[in-house]
C-alpha cells in the first residue's frame, strides 16, 4: 500500500488522479486551502473506494508551515512514497502586469511555493533512495507569450527546477515528474471560450496517475501538446513577436 500526499488536492485535474490511487488502495493526504471543498473531495472518493485519506487545510503561501505538514503527512501515514504538487492559479494577464504586488503574489504561489514543496519533498526521498515527486507545471512555460507571460514564467521556473532536481536525484531511486499540461476544462479556465483542444480532466488526471507510476520526466497532456509546443518553441523570434499570441 502506497502513501500518497497531494497539494491543490481540490483542484479538478488532482481529484481525477486521486480517485484513481484510492481505486488502487493507496492512502492519500490530501491538502488545499478550502477545508469544506477538501471534505467534499475526501466523501466523493471515500464512496467509491475502500481507503484511508487525511486531509489538511493550507494555504501554499503559508511558507512557515511546509516543513510542518510533512512532518504531520510522514507521521500519519508512516512515511511518505509520492508526492503531488497541482495547486495554482491563472491570473488575469493585463490586470497583473499593471500590479506588482499581484506579479509576486502569482510568483509566490505558482512557483516559489512549489519549489519550496518539491525541495523538502525531494531532501525526504533522496534519503529513503525511493520516491516520486510529480508537479503540474503547464505548456505554457514552454515560451513566453504576451497574453500569458507572467502565468508562464512562473510554470517555466518550476520546469527548469525540475529538470535540475531530476538532475540530482538521478542515482537516488527518486523520479521527479514534469506534468504539462495543454488548456484543460476546469473551474481556472471556465471564463475563457471553448476549443476543440480543451481537453477533460479525467483524461488529464490518467494520464498524471500513469507518469507517476512510471516515473516518466516530462509528460505533456493530452500527448499531442508535445508536437503542439515542439512547433511553437521553433518560430523564430522576429516572427513569434509578430504574433498575437
Ligand atoms: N486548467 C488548465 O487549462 C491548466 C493547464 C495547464 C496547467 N494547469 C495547472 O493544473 C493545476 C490544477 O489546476 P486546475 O485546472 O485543476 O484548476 P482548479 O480546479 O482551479 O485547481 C486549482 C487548485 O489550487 C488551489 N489553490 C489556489 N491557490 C492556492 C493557494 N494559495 N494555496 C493552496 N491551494 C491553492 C485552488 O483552491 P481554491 O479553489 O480554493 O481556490 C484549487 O483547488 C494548476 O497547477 C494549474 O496551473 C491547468
Redesign the pocket.
Known amino acids: 500500500m502506497k502513501k500518497i500526499m497531494i497539494?491543490?488536492?481540490?483542484?479538478?485535474?488532482?481529484?481525477e488522479t486521486a480517485k484513481l490511487f484510492a481505486r488502487d488502495g493507496e492512502n492519500l493526504f490530501l491538502?488545499?486551502?478550502?477545508i469544506g471543498?477538501l471534505e467534499a473531495v475526501r466523501d466523493d472518493i471515500l464512496s467509491r473506494f475502500k481507503t484511508k485519506i487525511e486531509i489538511y487545510e493550507?494555504?501554499?503561501?503559508?511558507f512557515d508551515k511546509h516543513q510542518e505538514l510533512f512532518d504531520k503527512a510522514i507521521q500519519t501515514l508512516g512515511g511518505l512514497d509520492a508526492v503531488l504538487?497541482?495547486?495554482?492559479?491563472?491570473p488575469d494577464q493585463i490586470k497583473t502586469q499593471e500590479a506588482q504586488e499581484m506579479i509576486i503574489r502569482e510568483f509566490?504561489?505558482?512557483c516559489v511555493?512549489?519549489i519550496s514543496l518539491a525541495s523538502i519533498a525531494a531532501n525526504y526521498f533522496e534519503k529513503k533512495k525511493e520516491g516520486c515527486i510529480a508537479?503540474?507545471?503547464?505548456?505554457?512555460g514552454d515560451r513566453g507569450r504576451q497574453s500569458n507571460y507572467i502565468?508562464g514564467a512562473a510554470?517555466g521556473g518550476v520546469t527548469t527546477f525540475l529538470q535540475g532536481l531530476r538532475n540530482r536525484m538521478t542515482h537516488s531511486g527518486v523520479s521527479v515528474v514534469t506534468?504539462?499540461?495543454?488548456?484543460?476544462?476546469?473551474?481556472?479556465?471556465a471564463h475563457?471560450p471553448k476549443s476543440p483542444l480543451?481537453?477533460k480532466?479525467g483524461v488529464?488526471g490518467k494520464g498524471i496517475y500513469k507518469a507517476m507510476l512510471s516515473g516518466k520526466a516530462v509528460a505533456y497532456l493530452p500527448g499531442y501538446w508535445r508536437l503542439i509546443m515542439f512547433i511553437i518553441k521553433m518560430i523564430p523570434e522576429w516572427i513569434f513577436k509578430k504574433m498575437k499570441l
Open positions: 497539494f491543490g488536492a481540490a483542484s479538478a485535474i488532482a481529484q491538502v488545499d486551502m478550502n471543498r493550507m494555504n501554499a503561501l503559508d504538487i497541482a495547486h495554482g492559479t491563472l509566490n504561489i505558482n511555493s512549489v508537479v503540474i507545471s503547464s505548456v505554457a502565468y510554470k506534468i504539462k499540461p495543454g488548456m484543460v476544462d476546469t473551474p481556472m479556465t475563457l480543451f481537453a480532466p488529464v
